[in-house]
């Protein structure tokens, strides 16, 4: 290297985005992800110990892979070499392979292949690199925000490991925030910025887990704010929800804000108010609330509010609680859109609530009654002995397939504990029970 490409890299470095220069260069300095690089894991220990295998990282962007991959780079005495999947082609991937093959021909040195976007790379690409990986000559680092099961070929998937990662928590994303306004060689530390609580907790809950987003709005803040008379350059929640294009709205997710919200969502729900609900449901994703919370919120009320009058209603917000996981934001919206104005435009009944707390309420304050001797278990020998099972009236042996005869256990006959509403099915749960009892 002359002086030339030394100053080039020195000015590169420099003009890098805040995310590139904080970018960890040891495993202890890396946040979040302890699942996978807590001290007992064992992707920590391979790579502590430079015995990484292939593997893919897998998550959303901003949540640590290349990350991983750098840090991967700067602990192993492998040769390191990366390919960007969105402009490599094959050519790029046979001169790694050439030299990956002299490297261990030369000097027995390993080489570790770190593709990033590996999703990109068509099925002709993933599979030239299989017999590569296979036999050694290269070590694959694979990352990828689409799920490698579907995006990436089996047999490249059959011999790497999966390693998923989660989004950032908000603690995690604030140690990030106070390390960038803090660190002087690779942060904002020289420009002596200071950055409010409010803005610090707007960032951490507005990107969602994506460090890149908070770095961003960070260094975007300080280089555009001019210094106060104090000489400083205070990021405030205002600079934060410009740098983010977002306005803040008062919404703690474990304040006051949140419990009013959610129980005005469950309410305008309850109330059959559609629109109400709708708004309530924008207002909680909008602050970015979790849609696993919100679902089931959804199914909560399905059940307590909406209940025999219309038990679809159950079915539906749970198939909805299944898909937002699987999809996540911004598709997740219409999914709990759609569970939401089915909830408020279902009939309403709480008889399913009213039956059970009842019925616990029986249970707690009375003295534990004996199933009565004729519905006991009567498959073994001894039984009839016992009087078990003794008398039971079969009912599919009788009209309409019901029989009257006691369940309820002795003091406890003539009890009550559901109570059919008058609205959707239970009108025929009512009609039901007249017809079989003609």
Do not use: W
């Not at 602990?75 to 050439?98: H, R, Y």
């Not at 405030?236 to 977002?246: D, G």
């Not at 996981?325 to 999914?335: D, Y």
């Amino acid at each position: 290297m002359d002086i030339f490409d030394y100053a080039e890299n020195i000015n590169r470095k420099k003009e890098s985005p805040l995310a590139s220069r904080l970018r960890p260069k040891t495993l202890e300095q890396v946040v979040g992800q302890e699942h996978i690089i807590g001290k007992d894991k064992l992707l920590y220990r391979a790579i502590q110990a430079d015995k990484i295998s292939s593997v893919i990282f897998y998550g959303p962007p901003g949540t640590g892979k290349t990350t991983l991959a750098k840090v991967i780079a700067n602990t192993t005495s492998a040769e390191f070499v990366q390919l960007n999947a969105t402009v490599a082609g094959k050519k790029d991937m046979e001169e790694v392979v050439a030299q990956a093959k002299q490297n261990m021909a030369m000097s027995g040195k390993k080489t570790i292949l770190f593709v990033d976007e590996i999703h990109r790379f068509n099925k002709g690409q993933q599979d030239y690199l299989l017999p590569f990986v296979e036999d050694g000559t290269v070590i694959l680092v694979g990352a990828t925000t689409e799920n490698p099961y579907f995006e990436v070929n089996t047999a490249l998937i059959s011999r790497s490991i999966i390693f998923e990662l989660y989004p950032l928590s908000e603690d995690n994303i604030r140690e990030l925030i106070f390390r960038a306004i803090e660190d002087k060689e690779c942060g904002m530390g020289v420009y002596d910025a200071t950055i409010e609580d409010a803005a610090v907790e707007f960032l951490a809950q507005i990107s969602n887990g994506d460090a890149r987003t908070a770095l961003n709005a960070v260094e975007l803040g300080v280089l555009t704010t001019d210094p106060s008379t104090d000489g400083r350059i205070h990021i405030t929640l205002e600079v934060a929800q410009q740098c983010v294009q977002k306005r803040v709205l008062r919404y703690d997710k474990t304040g006051d804000n949140h419990y009013d919200t959610i129980s005005a969502f469950i309410k305008s729900m309850r109330g059959s108010d559609p629109d109400a609900a709708v708004y309530y449901l924008a207002k909680m994703l909008y602050a970015g609330e979790s849609v696993d919370f919100i679902a089931r919120r959804i199914m909560i009320c399905a059940a307590e509010d909406v209940g025999m009058a219309n038990p679809q209603a159950l079915v539906v917000a749970n198939a909805a609680a299944e898909a937002v996981h699987k999809l996540g934001m911004p598709e997740a919206r219409i999914v709990l859109s759609e569970a939401v104005i089915y909830v408020a435009t279902s009939p309403k009944s709480n008889s399913a609530i009213c039956a059970i707390d009842s019925a616990m309420e029986t249970v707690k304050n009375t003295i534990t009654a004996k199933v009565p001797a004729h519905l006991m278990d009567s498959h073994y020998k001894g039984a009839e002995k016992l009087g078990h099972g003794i008398g039971y009236k079969y009912a599919h042996n009788y009209p309409n397939h019901y029989v009257k005869q006691q369940y309820l256990p002795d003091g406890l006959e003539g009890s009550t504990f559901y109570k059919p509403g008058e609205l959707g099915y239970e009108t025929k749960v009512k009609e039901y029970f007249k017809f079989i009892d003609k």
